[in-house]
């Protein structure tokens, strides 16, 4: 291999590089310059957002559904739909397990819709609109982690949702290390892999 021809590839490895730096530091500051908006106001529903349930424990779901409880005891919204189905870490269907949570915090079972078939963020936003429109229900408050809820509320405006948000701020996805660096790298990535597949 020529010099001449080196120095081009190591250019273009260069460049490539640096636009994929770009790219994930600019994906990175949208998630932390969008976290933590509580925009929360009375709506038709609370759509809590589905968490891995596995044999560990699953503190991060629980965080949500005690915060959704929280908003339903307010009276920001009549029902809740629990979103999630199941995974290969979880030992159940992440929504039936929220059900559960929920009806220990008070929350009645008729209050309560379930979409158990989804399998990431963006089936959890798509499948559950087809339960909102099924059941007339046209604004939502979405309940998430702060990390996530930035992923949420773009998935949400693609698919034409009326939203507001109330992240679960106590959850220890975010509030502990290094949970919180993995969940944000994560969610960098997600967004950088959503807006590749036009899904955001």
Do not use: W
């Amino acid at each position: 291999m020529n010099k001449k021809l080196l120095r081009k590839i190591i250019f273009a490895v260069l460049l490539i590089g640096s636009l994929g730096l770009i790219i994930f530091l600019s994906s990175l500051i949208y998630i932390l310059t969008h976290a933590y908006i509580n925009t929360a106001k009375k709506s038709d529903a609370i759509l809590v957002l589905g968490a891995a349930v596995t044999n560990e424990g699953y503190p991060c779901l629980q965080e949500r559904v005690n915060h959704a409880a929280n908003l339903y005891q307010q009276g920001l919204a009549p029902k809740i739909v629990f979103a999630g189905g199941k995974l290969p870490v979880d030992y159940d269907i992440e929504a039936n397990v929220a059900k559960r949570l929920g009806i220990s915090d008070h929350i009645p079972e008729s209050s309560m819709l379930l979409e158990g078939n989804s399998h990431n963020t963006y089936e959890d936003m798509l499948f559950s609109k087809a339960i909102l429109d099924q059941n007339n229900l046209h604004t939502i408050i979405i309940v998430t982690d702060p990390l996530h809820e930035p992923r949420a509320a773009l998935l949400a405006q693609k698919d034409g949702i009326s939203y507001t948000l109330s992240p679960a701020t106590q959850s220890s996805c975010t509030t502990q290390f290094p949970k919180n660096l993995k969940l944000l790298f994560h969610e960098t990535v997600g967004i950088i892999y959503y807006k590749l597949l036009n899904r955001i």
